[in-house]
């Protein structure tokens, strides 16, 4: 029985001699394909199969595995004329979306989230730093990782001179918490690289993004501008090392887009 879904493909691999494996991250989950002869120069569904394209799939399933039968381009994320940050950070994004989704899991706030970042990639219609440090707190929402930014998690002052984020135990700190907690202890080093310790410092602007991304809603997750280099700077790393320590692992995209980001 032929059936159809609306996806995105994250991934695509070669397989025998002409086919791609694709991954498909749909509403419904993330799920593999085989597209038969995709690869071949004469073959008709070349431009839906390709990474970063939101398709309607027609397909049949067969020993247990999914092929690809037909369907149409809904939305092409990156064209031949793409920039190749903007490359390099799609790849990111559709890594972390493979990472914290699954088969047969309800993907629709992943697959939302993704085409609109997508979208903003496309359309340039917001700089690449601020795509890419929303969808990171998306994804630690979205997997249960957000850091509890309601105040500090000793006191429980909302703001203070100095404010870090403690990412091991996913709280803030003020500064006076931290100075008196290290009164007993040796006050940690600052580890420029996060291998030793994660407390990144905050400001109040960065600190006030961290708290309206990771609470709003994904349609208004974009809505906020960061003016000072040093706020975007905190929010932008506070955002990276957090769901970075939380996935306990790197990214060989996210490298590449260090190498070429803006
Ligand atoms: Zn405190």
């Keep these: 029985m032929k059936k159809a879904v609306d996806g995105l493909i994250l991934r695509e691999l070669p397989t025998g001699e002409s086919d791609k494996l694709l991954t498909v991250l749909t509403a419904e989950g993330r799920f593999l394909m085989t597209a038969k002869g995709a690869r071949s120069m004469r073959s008709k569904v070349m431009s839906l199969c390709t990474i970063f394209t939101y398709g309607n799939f027609e397909y049949y399933e067969k020993y247990d595995r999914r092929w690809l039968s037909g369907g149409s381009v809904l939305e092409s994320f990156v064209g031949p004329n793409a920039e190749l940050e903007g490359i390099a950070l799609a790849s990111y994004l559709s890594q972390v979306a493979h990472e914290i989704t699954e088969e047969n899991v309800d993907c629709s706030e992943v697959l939302r989230m993704t085409l609109n970042s997508l979208y ?7 700089p690449l730093w601020q795509i890419k440090a929303v ?3 998306f994804a630690a929402v979205s997997s249960g990782y957000a850091p509890d930014l309601a105040g500090c998690d000793s006191c429980g002052a909302e703001e203070s001179e100095s404010m870090w984020l403690d990412v091991m135990n996913g709280a803030l700190v003020c500064g006076d918490c931290l100075r008196k907690r290290a009164e007993n202890l040796a006050l940690p080093e600052f580890d420029e690289y996060s291998v030793r ?57 996210l490298d590449f887009y260090h190498q070429v980001e803006p």
Excluded at 120 to 126: D, R, T
């Design 120 to 126: 903003c990639i496309k359309k340039q219609s917001k």
């Design 135 to 137: 969808y990171e707190l």
């Design 197 to 253: 310790n994660v407390l990144l410092p905050l400001d109040a602007s960065s600190l006030a993004c961290l708290r309206f991304v990771t609470a709003a809603p994904i349609e208004r997750a974009f809505a906020f501008t960061l003016k000072s280099e040093e706020s975007r700077s905190y929010f932008c790393r506070a955002a990276e090392t957090d769901i970075l320590h939380h996935l306990e692992r790197s990214f060989d995209a």
